[in-house]
């Protein structure tokens, strides 16, 4: 079976890239195959990294993870030391399932009982164009339930994501309430902040906690132009004192901004930015202005300096939100 060309943008007339003219590897897939062989479809197919065709077909048919068994091997080894066998691991926004697929591959091989599940709406609504034929998706079960609702059900300690949909606040949401849930690990491939995946609120919450390269950036593929990294982020490990964000949207709170208000009455908020704020509507607007460069550290550092300068019970503050 091989694709068919009618819908591949970047293939020339001949068979070849349009763009630098090199013949395309078609995959070919035969019944019963196992996953080295479907690894070395894949493989095939991304043999040349730089060429547009190759990864149109890849990212559009498969899969946005450019997929290796040293990729796979690297996330086993982090799953292996993290999760206890019987502990549930899921991968939202799977898309074909083929990250899923090659990992539980290599965990089977190892002996382990760990399994990841994965899930994905791909299949109907709004994203049915995608991964649509047969031969896209991994021989996996995937469930097609909302990221939200699998996140919910299973209670996972450890979350896998790749390629968020790009200007969407999904997965953002998917990520709190996974740590809402008691989750505290997510292992990501992506592109990180600006870049083709998820949204600012998404990385300005991840930018809260630790995080870890699973694989050095320069070591992991990538097609042209693209700049993802292998990541994990660690939610028992905040990387700043104060514990609670504020969206700044959320100041439109009227509770809160009651509170910010007499905050900065008390203070003149010198703590958190060594500036002195006359009012509540300088405070916001400094706040929105710099959002945009280091939101998250100014915000929690402004929320810092106020609870402890007046000794509030931050976590309630949180609640109140
Ligand atoms: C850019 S694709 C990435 C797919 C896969 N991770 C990969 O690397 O190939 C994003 C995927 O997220 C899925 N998705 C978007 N919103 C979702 C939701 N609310 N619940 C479940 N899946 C969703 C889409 O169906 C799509 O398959």
């Known amino acids: 079976m091989s694709l068919s060309d009618d819908e591949n943008r970047y293939d020339g007339d001949d068979g070849h890239c349009m763009f630098c003219k090199r013949t395309i590897h078609q995959p070919i897939i035969k019944p019963g195959m196992r996953a080295d062989d479907y690894m070395l479809m894949l493989n095939n197919i991304s043999a040349d990294k730089g060429c547009m065709a190759a990864s149109q077909k890849y990212t559009k048919y498969f899969s946005w993870v450019l997929l290796s068994w040293n990729l796979v091997q690297k996330i086993v080894d982090v799953l292996d030391k993290l999760v206890e066998s019987e502990d549930p691991v899921i991968e939202v926004f799977a898309g074909a399932g083929w990250l899923s697929y090659f990992i ?148 439109k709170n009227d509770t809160l901004n009651n509170w910010l208000n007499m905050c900065c009455d008390e203070l003149k908020l010198k703590n958190a930015f060594n500036h002195n704020f006359e009012n509540f509507e300088e405070l916001t607007s400094y706040i929105s202005k710099d959002r945009y460069q280091t939101p998250s550290y100014e915000i929690k550092e402004l929320i810092n300096g106020i609870s402890i300068a007046l000794d509030l019970d931050v976590k309630s503050i949180t609640h109140s939100i």
Request: charged share 20%.
């Open 104 to 251: 539980n591959s290599l965990l089977r091989r190892s002996g382990s009982g760990i399994t990841v599940v994965p899930s994905d709406t791909a299949a109907k609504g709004e994203y049915g164009s995608w991964f649509q034929h047969d031969h896209s998706y991994a021989p996996i079960d995937i469930l097609h339930v909302d990221a939200l609702e699998h996140v919910q059900q299973a209670k996972p300690k450890v979350l896998m994501m790749s390629y968020p949909n790009r200007n969407s606040n999904i997965a953002c949401e998917v990520v709190k309430r996974f740590v809402d849930l008691g989750g505290h690990k997510l292992i990501y491939y992506g592109e990180m902040k600006e870049g083709m995946c998820a949204n600012d609120n998404f990385f300005d919450y991840l930018n809260l906690f630790e995080a870890t390269e699973i694989i050095p950036y320069e070591e992991l593929d990538n097609w042209f132009g693209f700049h993802s990294s292998c990541m994990l982020f660690d939610f028992n490990k905040p990387r700043f004192n104060a514990s609670i964000v504020i969206d700044p949207r959320s100041l």
